[in-house]
């Protein structure tokens, strides 16, 4: 039906058949490392969903072994090839706001008290996917990607609902995710900077990031604190005006002609991001999110979670 050319029940099957170039990685997180480590180990090129691993130790366990075997990799931080993030980029490259001086972003993630039976292992934390890892993660990458590393961050982390009821049964399950994340630190360039993510808030802000410069505001929103998925707007103002919408260039929306199509669909910058691995590869480049950009975002992420845990500043 869908053209599929060849099935395997087996991936070690699949990794080792010659005529295959890139392996995708799509399943659920604690499955990635097993899966990733095979396809390294055959040579593959791949293509893993964000979250790399379940923590730290798991990418830095995948790094490794991709840099070993010297195959090129994608992680799925997609939101980098979003048009209006490349958008953003050149805003800030043209000196729109000025000296960036502080950025606040504070976002919504998926309702919180019920869950569909096939996310239910999102409650568990040991699992890696939750909403530190997936809407802070994909969020926090594109503020790290777009103005710089934390330097020092402090953070806090609450269980506000911990128990979820399983949608099609009505059975409650207990949740040992945190569904509130707030953190607060310091750039490597000196500016500002706050995320404060949340989960089981009725009618709340979907996604608002703002970057305050001397010069001006760029805001930056979206319906939901996923910024891989959701369409996202851009707006800009100088002096004490409120910001107005500023529309992305052509020539950024219209970079891979072949997924225009997709556009405003969650697959949209996931297609844009298999676009610039593949010229990635032809060329030789660096343009999407490797295993080693992965790492650096588990890192952050591990950060958190010790500042969280201590309630103590720490070193990003």
Known sequence: MF????????HEQLVTQPDIDVVAVTVKVPHHRQLVAAALAAGKAVYCEWPLGRDLDDARAMAALAAEQGVPTVVGLQARQAPAIEFVQELLRDGYVGEVLSTTMVGLSMPGDVVGRPNAYTLDKVNGANLLTISVGHSLDILNHVLGEFAELSAVSDLRRPLITIEETGEQIVKTAADH?????????????????????????GFLWEINGTEGTLRITADAAHPQIFPLTVAGAHGPSEPAELATPAALTQKWPALTGLQGTPAYNVGRAYAAFAADIDNGTHTVPDFADAVRR??????IERSAASGERVKA
Do not use: P, W
């Open 3 to 10: 053209g599929v050319s060849a099935v395997f029940a087996d």
């Open 298 to 303: 588990h890192e952050v992420i591990a950060a």
């Open 181 to 205: 994340v707030a953190v607060i630190g310091s750039l490597t360039s000196g500016a500002t900077a706050s995320i404060h993510i949340r989960e089981a808030v009725a009618g709340g802000t």
